[in-house]
């Protein structure tokens, strides 16, 4: 069965930083686009960051951008998401996803396989 693990959450005060990482079980996601989405209690989940399938596009959400970046390694098939200068308003519990295509989209519908989630906590 295919499956997302991310790791990495925790609880960090504002300024600290976290890395994220999403180990894939099959070697098929290095074809895929991927990407990091979050969502806070009470809120929609919502766009963090995606990269195509080599690495070579990237995209990031105006919030999160200039503080947060996402990378893969391929011949690992796992992907990662470094934060840095993390704000309270960035608590939230993280998920990791993938496309069978290759070219990443910023819409959460268009991804076909789902971590179950990490949760990041900012304190202030």
């Known amino acids: 069965q295919v499956q997302l693990v991310e790791s990495g959450g925790g609880l960090v005060q504002a300024g600290g930083s976290l890395r994220l990482s999403c180990a894939a079980s099959?070697?098929?996601?290095?074809?895929?686009?991927r990407g990091w989405f979050r969502q806070a209690p009470g809120k929609e989940r919502e766009f963090v960051a995606v990269i195509n399938w080599s690495g070579s596009s990237t995209y990031y959400a105006d919030s999160v951008k200039g503080r947060f970046t996402i990378s893969r390694d391929n011949a690992k098939n796992t992907m990662y998401l470094q934060m840095n200068s993390l704000k309270p308003e960035d608590t939230a519990v993280y998920y990791c996803?993938?496309?069978?295509?290759?070219?990443?989209?910023?819409?959460?519908?268009?991804?076909?396989?789902w971590g179950q989630g990490t949760q990041v906590t900012v304190s202030s």
């Open positions: 099959e070697r098929t996601f290095s074809s895929y686009a």
């Open positions: 996803a993938a496309r069978r295509s290759g070219i990443a989209t910023m819409t959460v519908g268009m991804y076909d396989y």
